[in-house]
């Protein structure tokens, strides 16, 4: 019968007891133990409601891979935790944020490794792309050094370097069954300051619509993100709200073009190709709660291309700036969507 490996599995609510949240945890991962109310959690419109927050389930490497796929299948997510060796993330880390200081994005005198924003406008480090052109910014490479630099990252040995660690691959192999993945060329390099707009609410076949649904998402963080540091939270068990939200698109897009069509851009999609850029109200609407966790060196967090979600605004203690990348696998010896496989640059259509 499936899912009986998960039966007695299943994520529990969040019951808070005497100002502490308990949860029932299990030998391939346990719940994180922190009371939503404690967090400083904020949407680009306001504080996050804590009664709809819930928390993502950890899994650890060595769990058995069916008990993973059962996982996957039933949540549209898969934490994997200490999936990657520490030493190449750690690595890549001091090596991106190295590369990225003559922007002035890191705190004078401090260690490349720790990430610490210097505390300029936030606004001044908005991801290059739609972002910036909604809010009317200069996204210029010619003479905006930090937009410079973001985008030449994406092809500089480190972050090269980065995406072939082998374990990745290896995983992606054996839990999709796959002989020959391939790894996407247009991936997304990330780094978010604190109290900068958040990644907004979208699905990732919205973007990926030229091929069928089945690419595999893995995002990767590069450095510990705390539970306040903005990481990825995603709509609780939403597979089912990406595939009704994209089914309507296409049901709408019969007065466009077959390129039309295919992009995440058209004109029946919002502008900057994403639902919402209003987490506590895309939450509620769906009366699902959006699931978050801390991420440590070395996890992965894989996801369906249906899966909703999101972020919070980077509201870290000690000024980290949260660095993550997505990195995207299909099977190599089936269809799909090869516009991808062309490296990332802002405002390409993608």
């Known amino acids: 019968m499936p899912g009986v490996v998960e039966e007695s599995l299943r994520q529990q609510p969040l019951p808070v007891n005497g100002g502490k949240a308990s949860f029932k945890g299990d030998k391939y991962g346990k719940y994180h133990p922190a009371d939503p109310r404690k967090l400083d959690l904020e949407s680009n419109f306001g504080p996050m409601d804590p009664n709809t927050i819930g928390y993502l389930q950890p899994t650890s490497a060595d769990t058995p891979i069916d008990i993973m796929r059962e996982r996957f299948d039933r ?16 690595k890549c880390r001091a090596a991106y944020f190295s590369h990225m200081s003559p922007s002035g994005l890191l705190q004078p005198g401090s260690d490349p490794i ?7 406008n936030p606004r001044k480090y908005l991801p290059p792309g739609n972002l910036r052109r909604l809010f009317g910014l200069k996204d210029d490479p010619e003479s905006d050094k930090y937009v410079e630099l973001m985008i030449s990252a994406h092809e500089a040995d480190f972050y090269i370097n980065f995406c072939k660690i082998p374990e990745l691959r290896e995983f992606v192999s054996k839990f999709n069954g796959w002989s020959n993945p391939t790894m996407l060329q247009r991936t997304m390099l990330r780094a978010f300051v604190p109290n900068s707009e958040l990644t ?15 690419s595999l998402t893995a995002w990767v963080p590069i450095g510990n993100i705390s539970l306040e540091g903005g990481g990825l939270m995603y709509l609780e068990k939403s597979t089912d709200i990406g595939k009704k939200t994209e089914d309507g698109f296409a049901a709408n897009a019969s007065n466009l073009t077959d390129e039309e069509r295919v992009s995440a851009f058209n004109k029946n999609m919002h502008d900057g190709g994403f639902l919402s850029r209003d987490t506590v109200a895309y939450g509620k609407e769906a009366s699902r709660k959006w699931l978050m966790t801390e991420y440590e060196v070395g996890d992965v967090i894989f996801h369906n291309p249906y899966m909703v979600h999101a972020s919070c605004k980077n509201k870290d203690p000690n000024g980290a700036i949260r660095l993550a990348t997505d990195l995207r696998f299909v099977d190599s010896e089936k269809p799909y969507d090869t516009r991808w496989m062309k490296v990332y640059r802002p405002l390409d259509g993608l």
């Open 75 to 90: 949540d549209g997510y898969l934490h994997v935790k200490g999936l990657l060796p520490v030493e190449p993330v750690l």
């Open 114 to 120: 720790s990430g610490t924003y210097s505390g300029a």
């Open 200 to 214: 907004p609410v979208h699905f990732d076949q919205m973007y990926l619509r030229a091929g069928p649904p089945t």
